[in-house]
């Protein structure tokens, strides 16, 4: 089965906490592992990790992967309100020829409290 | 650069009334791609198309149906809509190239009575 679960679902955290989003996936044709964020509209792209063990990093969030535990980790340092969204995690695997296929889980939302 | 344009943005029909959802981008992707958003359950996949003239199956594709019009274009219709199908519609593109990630547009809302 094509799952990919994201915990916790909700959490609450205060401005200048750190985070820690988790995000686990089956390996079945696994081609990279993404993570978007959602605010109010569309979800805009923040990572996608192919290698086990190298940290991508934009600023206070960063990310790693590791291949052989199935799992991903979103970082957020030092909080801030605008960091309140929900954050989704996807799977990425190749279907057949071109077909390039995106599985999300159900998210977690983050709420920053000034 | 407009990216995805959906429309139309929000939309309330009967049980049993048929619409289109429309999509266009003007990245020149390949890949399209429509999702349905309900609360608690994440993006889940209905249909997507890997190029012009193919279309395939999501994960929910039940009651839907899809055209790609052009490489631009990627319509999503209801057929005879169900309460079940109130739900966020977002549309995406793929950019094929380094990170490959989709571009989403800003999603239809759709309630259906």
């Known amino acids: 089965e094509d799952k990919v679960v994201q915990s916790p679902l909700s959490l609450v955290v205060h401005e200048g906490d750190t985070v820690t989003l988790n995000c686990s996936y089956e390996v079945t044709n696994f081609r990279s592992l993404l993570w978007y964020k959602q605010e109010k509209k569309a979800p805009t792209f923040l990572f996608m990790l192919t290698s086990s063990g190298i940290e991508k990093k934009s600023g206070r969030l960063s990310s790693i992967l590791d291949k052989k535990e199935l799992f991903s980790i979103l970082n957020i340092t030092d909080t801030q309100t605008g960091d309140s969204a929900v954050y989704l995690c996807?799977?990425?695997?190749?279907?057949?020829?071109?077909?390039?296929?995106?599985?999300f889980g159900k998210g977690t939302l983050l709420t920053v409290n000034p | 650069n407009a990216g995805v344009t959906q429309t139309p943005k929000f939309q309330v029909l009967k049980t049993g009334q048929s619409m289109t959802l429309q999509c266009a981008q003007d990245?020149?992707?390949?890949?399209m791609y429509w999702y349905r958003q309900d609360p608690g359950m994440g993006l889940r996949l209905i249909y997507y198309?890997?190029?012009?003239?193919?279309?395939d199956k999501g994960e929910v594709p039940n009651g839907y149906n899809v055209s790609r019009l052009n490489k631009r274009e990627f319509s999503l219709r209801l057929e005879s809509a169900a309460p079940s199908q109130t739900s966020v519609y977002f549309c995406?593109?793929?950019?094929?190239?380094?990170?490959?990630?989709?571009?989403f547009g800003e999603g239809s809302r759709l309630t259906v009575l």
């Open positions: 198309s890997a190029s012009e003239g193919t279309t």
């Open positions: 995406a593109s793929r950019r094929e190239l380094n990170t490959g990630e989709l571009f």
């Open positions: 996807a799977r990425a695997r190749n279907s057949g020829g071109s077909n390039y296929k995106l599985t």
């Open positions: 990245m020149n992707h390949n890949s």
